[in-house]
């Protein structure tokens, strides 16, 4: 899946509306109306993108507190389309808490990212607006929200025809994944995320090959570990299940970690498995006993299971497992995988 990145240029809001609506086809100037000892705050303009099916498009919108006050913003993102879409890798002075009201003092400016994932069923020619609605909050209070919008159209496919003569062999069962037990390295795995992905062997069986997601040598403590994600992802057949049974993904997951997320949210480092752009699985360390800021070497969580629900089956599903650093630049995570595998069940 290919992703596309846009730096948007900072737009203004007018003091004297409740919501403006932001509709920018290409890079604009910063006009930003401000009254004297009221709140305000200025958004860059949205941007308009072609894209193909089965890509991920990033906005990056900034966000600037033009007012004479410190007030604080809350975030929403909807995409008319209904394809998914979420927050990821926004900056802050000192770090940021994404989908959370977060504080922006006077003169201060944040950046805010929003990835829209293109299914690979969208037709040419359909136009999608990702909304991103930034409300001010003043003294606990909604005081006014700006909008920008951001457009992506489908392009046209042009058909592509390839011909391959094969004998006709007849088999019972045909492997819908590729290289699902890593025996390849990472033949048949897409891999992005600036954390990166990489092949590697299980440290208690070095006969084992894994996938090996995020980087053991990030210092812990100086600043070392990137924001943002690495990504391994796989496009694969769903075989159908049997009557009254569904298709399950499997498989075996192993996390280290200095970072501690007790309720699994979006603020800390997790583990995370989308299947189609929707999150399925997510799993971090919640044990405040495994968390010592960095006086100690990684957390070793041991090998899990994980086991996804896919339905009847009987179609193509984008299968992507990603490790996120957020918050700031310590606490190092990062996981190996290994044996994915789709079994019938109930």
């Known amino acids: 899946m290919r992703t596309i990145k846009r730096v948007l240029l900072v737009c203004g809001m007018s003091a004297l509306a409740l919501f403006l609506v932001l509709v920018a086809l290409s890079r604009g100037d910063l006009a930003t109306a401000q009254s004297p000892g009221l709140p305000t705050i200025a958004v860059s303009p949205g941007y308009s993108v072609d894209v193909d099916p089965d890509t991920v498009v990033e906005y990056v919108h900034t966000i600037s507190n033009t007012g004479d006050v410190d007030v604080f913003v809350g975030f929403q993102a909807v995409a008319s389309e209904g394809w998914p879409v979420d927050f990821f890798n926004a900056t802050y002075p000192g770090g940021t808490t994404v989908g959370m009201p977060l504080p922006l003092r006077v003169s201060e400016t944040m950046t805010m990212g929003i990835r829209l994932t293109v299914p690979i069923t969208a037709s040419p020619g359909v136009v999608n607006t990702t909304t991103l609605t930034v409300t001010l909050i003043y003294e606990g209070e909604p005081y006014m929200a700006v909008a920008a919008k951001d457009i992506a159209v489908v392009r046209e496919q042009k058909p592509q025809f390839t011909y391959i003569y094969l004998p006709l062999i007849m088999r019972t069962y045909a492997p819908p994944l590729t290289n699902s037990d890593f ?86 480092d997790t583990f995370d498995v989308f299947v189609d752009g929707a999150l399925k699985f997510r799993d971090a360390n919640q044990n405040p006993a495994y968390f010592n800021y960095c006086e100690v070497p990684l957390y070793d969580l041991g090998w899990q299971t994980a086991d996804i629900d896919l339905g009847p089956g009987g179609t193509g599903v984008n299968l992507s497992l990603e490790v996120h650093n957020r918050y700031d630049n310590w606490y190092n995570t990062y996981v190996l995988i290994d044996d994915v595998r789709l079994v019938a069940g109930e």
Request: charged share 20%; proline share 7%; glycine share 10%.
């Open 183 to 268: 025996s390849d390295g990472l033949a048949g795995w897409a891999v992005s995320g600036v954390l990166g992905a990489s092949a590697a062997r299980d440290p208690s069986n070095a006969d084992n090959p894994v996938a090996l997601i995020g980087d053991p040598d990030y210092v812990c403590d100086d600043g070392d570990v990137p924001i943002g994600y690495g990504r391994i992802r796989q496009y694969f057949f769903v075989p159908s299940a049997p009557a009254g049974q569904s298709m399950h993904l499997l498989f075996r997951y192993r996390i280290f970690t200095n970072d501690l997320n007790r309720a699994l949210t979006d603020v800390y």
